[in-house]
């Protein structure tokens, strides 16, 4: 497979993040040209090599029709030749080694979502899966990383599947499976694309979820597995990125010491302090019952001006 082209999404809220991306993207020797799909309609500072990637016509049918904000992933699939990573990835080693012999209709992803699926369908999707086989979550995919060679969509078919009364609803912001992952499944399983998961045999990639690294997955694991996970990032089967999903890289997880690493001593300094905002902020909702929660997110809902403080005393705050 030919990849010409690096696509992610971006805005100013996940900057460094982005910055980090592009830079280990770099460091494995990949010079391709960086197209950023803007997040928001707020632009920042690009890197030499990299550009916007934008779709106006696209993203106001998303608007239009109140798919989440994330769907504007979706117009990476317009592109040719082309792998895309969410900002939040650390790249360890060159990617492009990993397709070399798949064709350029194969759609290739690399992740463990199959074990931990939750937001990849809809309840319809759902259905629609099951009936095709018993093992349909080998088929389902996290979209923080995909490479293909020919275009996958075009924009007019992709705002007619957000139009859609039935199938869009999975990219609704009402609908429980909101965001882009239930809706980007489903795409490519219309598509009828063959979906090659590095992490699956016959390849058997390590996985590329920090998750699965930490302890924060399973806190019966024994203390040695923590030692050994630097092992699996540096055996013949190493992954060739590490995604850090779901903020891993804020969490008190070892795996999240290499994004740190990754920061320049500037960076640094802002990320420790959003890093203790989000522990104390996670401190803080541990601690309320969970009709306090239920009424918090009520209150934000109706006004997202407002909501509940919590007032936690010294002791509450031991991290």
């Known amino acids: ?188 399983h219309r598509s009828g694309r063959p979906v090659v998961n590095l992490c699956l045999p016959p390849r058997r990639m390590e996985s590329t979820m920090a998750v699965d690294y930490t302890e924060l997955l399973e806190a019966t694991l024994a203390e040695e597995y923590h030692e050994d996970y630097q092992s699996l990032l540096a055996g013949a089967n190493r992954p060739f990125f590490l995604h850090f999903a779901g903020g891993m890289h804020f969490t008190k997880s070892r795996i999240a010491e290499l994004f740190l690493k990754a920061l320049t001593a500037e960076e640094r300094g802002p990320f420790l302090e959003e890093r203790e905002r989000r522990w104390i902020k996670a401190a803080q909702q541990g601690r309320w019952p969970l009709w306090i929660k239920i009424l918090n997110r009520m209150v934000s809902r109706l006004d997202s001006r407002f909501s509940i403080q919590w007032r936690p005393r010294e002791q509450h705050l031991k991290l």
């Open 1 to 188: 497979m030919k990849i010409e082209r690096i696509i992610t999404m971006a805005s100013p809220a996940v900057r460094l993040e982005f910055l980090v991306m592009e830079r280990s993207l770099r460091a494995t020797g990949c010079d391709l040209p960086l197209h950023v799909i803007p997040y928001t309609d707020e632009p920042f500072d690009l890197p030499p090599n990299a550009s916007w990637l934008v779709d106006e016509e696209l993203f106001a049918g998303i608007a239009r029709h109140r798919s989440a904000r994330p769907c504007r992933k979706f117009l990476a699939l317009t592109q040719t030749n082309a792998a895309f990573f969410d900002a939040d990835i650390l790249h360890l080693r060159d990617f492009r080694t990993e397709l070399e012999g798949l064709g350029p209709d194969t759609f290739v992803v690399a992740d463990t979502e199959w074990n931990k699926a939750r937001w990849t369908f809809s309840a319809a999707t759902r259905r629609i899966y099951q009936r095709k086989s018993s093992v349909w979550l080998l088929d389902n995919f996290n979209s923080g990383f995909f490479a293909f060679g020919n275009p996958i969509l075009t924009r007019a078919q992709i705002l007619a599947f957000i139009a859609d009364p039935e199938w869009g609803r999975s990219t609704r912001e009402e609908s429980v499976t909101a965001g882009e992952q239930a809706g980007i499944n489903w795409l490519i």
